[in-house]
């Protein structure tokens, strides 16, 4: 879809209309009215006997859709041949049963690619894509190019109503192709589509419809556990009017843990049975939030294996297998203390917040800060044992060398004057042995 393609034809319009029009098996009724000159007449008459190239040899399917692509865009109005053409492409390719889906998808690429990309048409003939994509359940082919959708649309100046209808579009095929989350990201992006100032039109049955929707998709997913950009929506808040008690369990999901969701239960007995809902994958995520919420709003980090089995409304062995279960679901991370029977929180992720969570997150600073103050306490104490330590050491030091100092200089004056003791003895004694006889 997103590749440049180029087709190749080769005379006049009215060689190639009299051409296609033979292989479509109508060249008696159009050859007059290209004589006449009468070129949207004879396309129409192609067009609608177009349907027949379904039929047409594999080897031959392919020239001759491009030769009729080119002919309609030809037309001062394409508008009036693109939905013929678009609907027979989605229609079985009966020659070819197993390339079927390849040359119809190569044919709707080449209709799309050969629009200007400004072009309003583009529009249409890539909802017929998205349809053609769903029925053949060939999702996984469209994902990589829908991040270019918001960017088309703008190009093709796309009202509210028409972004729509092509985010629903998206959002089923992603259904049907077994991707929940594309499917909810999309429908999410229809809603936001409602303009959110006009009551009228978020209350509308195809707003409530699609909210609805978008809520029986969130709360049953296994591994969607943030609700608040779908209640922020006006849409899904109307809902507590239309639909309360649809409205109610959403608040539940929320920011309500599993005691909240037994009590509705009790409340609106036989309500989620009758609704399709699955208790045991409604009951089993909200066991998960319930965990979540309970590290969330432990200020010590520290959960006994006790607190979560009440919360959850389990036995003491299966505290562990729960634990394991929220941190795989990336709620909550931390680590089991087995000896100790406590489950040590690292990081939680909390559902909502809110003025309550604000508090809890003040409390946790003041908890931080005082820890901080007394590691610094603790810290500048023993920088100043050491500096005193260090300047007792230099101290004592210093009394050494000054000591010792003292001791060399004694030593030196003794030595001194031993020394010339013995000068003045030894000068003596020669002078008593010169006599006069030396002479």
């Not at 959110?196 to 929707?213: F, G, H, I, M, P």
């Not at 389990?314 to 279960?325: F, K």
Request: aromatic residues 8%.
């Amino acid at each position: 879809m997103a590749t440049p393609q180029l087709i190749f034809v080769d005379g006049t319009f009215a060689e190639l209309a009299q051409e296609m029009a033979d292989f479509v098996q109508v060249g008696e009724q159009v050859q007059p009215l290209l004589e006449q000159d009468k070129r949207e007449d004879a396309l129409d008459l192609i067009v609608k006997a177009s349907h027949s190239l379904n039929a047409a040899p594999e080897k031959d399917f392919t020239p001759a859709y491009n030769l009729l692509i080119h002919l309609v865009l030809q037309s001062e109005e394409p508008k009036k041949y693109l939905p013929t053409l678009c609907g027979n492409l989605l229609k079985p390719i009966t020659s070819s049963p197993t390339h079927g889906f390849t040359l119809a998808s190569n044919a709707l690429t080449t209709i799309f690619n050969l629009l200007d990309k400004t072009n309003p048409l583009r529009f249409n003939v890539f909802m017929q894509i998205v349809r053609f994509i769903r029925q053949n359940s060939q999702f996984d082919l469209l994902k990589p190019r829908l991040k270019n959708v918001e960017g088309w649309l703008q190009e093709w100046k796309s009202d509210s109503e028409s972004q729509r209808k092509l985010y629903v579009e998206v959002s089923d095929a992603a259904n049907d192709g077994g991707d929940q989350e594309e499917s909810y990201f999309y429908l999410l992006k229809a809603l936001a589509t409602f303009d959110r100032d006009n009551q009228e039109e978020v209350t509308s049955e195809e707003a409530q419809k699609l909210s609805l929707r978008a809520l029986r998709m969130a709360i049953s997913s296994p591994t969607r556990f943030d609700f608040n950009d779908l209640r922020s929506l006006p849409s899904v808040q109307a809902l507590s009017d239309s639909h309360p008690v649809y409205s109610q369990l959403l608040d539940i999901f929320t920011e309500q843990d599993l005691e909240d969701y037994n009590d509705f239960r009790d409340e609106h007995q036989g309500w989620i049975e009758n609704e399709k809902l699955d208790h045991e994958k409604l009951q089993r995520k909200m066991r998960l939030l319930t965990f979540a919420s309970l590290a969330a709003s432990t200020p010590n980090r520290e959960i006994p294996y006790a607190s979560i089995a009440k919360a959850l409304q389990v036995s003491d062995e299966d505290v562990e297998m729960w634990t394991i279960d929220v941190i795989r679901s990336k709620l909550v991370e931390g680590r089991l203390s087995q000896k100790q029977k406590v489950f040590l929180v690292h990081r939680t992720t909390y559902r909502v917040f809110g003025e309550k969570q604000w508090r809890e997150l003040g409390t946790r600073v003041d908890q931080f800060k005082t820890v901080v103050d007394r590691l610094v306490g603790v810290v500048r104490k023993a920088q100043t044992d050491v500096e005193a330590q260090r300047e007792r050491e230099q101290q004592e030091l210093e009394r050494k060398l000054a000591n010792a100092g003292l001791e060399d200089g004694q030593g030196q004056q003794q030595g001194q004057r031993g020394g010339n003791r013995g000068g003045q003895r030894g000068g003596a004694r020669q002078t008593r042995q010169r006599t006069d006889d030396d002479d």
